[in-house]
């Protein structure tokens, strides 16, 4: 089993729409957890960090679930500017090494 | 501003001339990595350093070196570049439990 596993996309939906993404992870002991944005050519972003009650930061809703060791994002209300690679990262804690999945594309179309 | 810096943003070689990828950063921060993204197989590290003086093999160190000789710097050198490494390389550094903060990336080509 992969470390940090998601769904490589693309999601097409359209404007105005509710998507949401999973990453399973397969170290239980990992500890931090994040989603990081990523546009075509560019730098990782932080979007949110994740977590263990949850969390929210206006149209994106961030959970974790250690029992099935996974995250998931949502985001309501698509946006055009939506439209972007999100990575899923975990760590250890501390200065552990963050193990990247490999992305989801999300394509919001009008 | 708070930022890691890396140059240059885009670099054209031939295989075997040596060349360094600078990094700084501006935050006193004690971890720094470097690592390359292909597609398909996603953000690899490459190196990663927890402080002066202390560096460490990622995922993908061959063919590569690194240095930490300030908190600040960490520059990525290709002593003999070859085509394989041709890639999008990204170095990024954190503080204690936070998460990374990425420079604005390197395209190599290597011919």
């Known amino acids: 089993r992969k470390e940090v596993e998601q769904d490589p996309g693309p999601f097409n939906v359209p404007e105005g729409a509710t998507v949401a993404f999973n990453c399973t992870y397969s170290?239980?002991?990992?500890?931090?957890f994040f989603w990081y944005r990523q546009d075509c050519r560019k730098e990782p972003k932080l979007l949110m960090s994740?977590?263990?009650s949850g969390n929210e930061d206006g149209r994106f809703t961030a959970q974790l679930n250690r029992a099935s060791q996974y995250i998931s994002l949502l985001i309501r209300d698509s946006k055009l500017s939506d439209s972007a690679t999100y990575l899923c990262?975990?760590?250890?804690?501390?200065?552990?090494?963050?193990?990247f999945g490999k992305g989801t594309m999300l394509l919001v179309s009008p | 501003e708070a930022q890691v810096t890396q140059n240059p943003r885009y670099l054209i070689t031939v295989t075997g001339k040596k060349l360094t990828v600078t990094c700084s950063q501006n935050?006193?921060?004690?971890?720094m990595s470097w690592y390359r993204q292909d597609p398909g197989l996603g953000l690899r590290q490459i190196y990663y350093?927890?402080?002066?003086?202390?560096?460490d093999k990622g995922d993908v160190p061959e063919g590569y070196k690194v240095s930490r000789k300030e908190k600040r710097n960490f520059p990525l050198i290709l002593e003999s570049p070859s085509p394989n490494q041709t890639s999008l390389y990204f170095c990024?550094?954190?503080?204690?439990?936070?998460?990374?903060?990425f420079g604005n990336g390197t395209r190599l080509t290597v011919t």
């Open positions: 994740v977590y263990s």
């Open positions: 170290n239980s002991a990992s500890q931090s």
């Open positions: 990262v975990v760590s250890l804690g501390g200065y552990s090494t963050l193990t």
């Open positions: 350093s927890m402080n002066v003086e202390v560096t």
């Open positions: 990024a550094s954190r503080g204690h439990n936070s998460p990374l903060h």
């Open positions: 935050m006193n921060h004690e971890y």
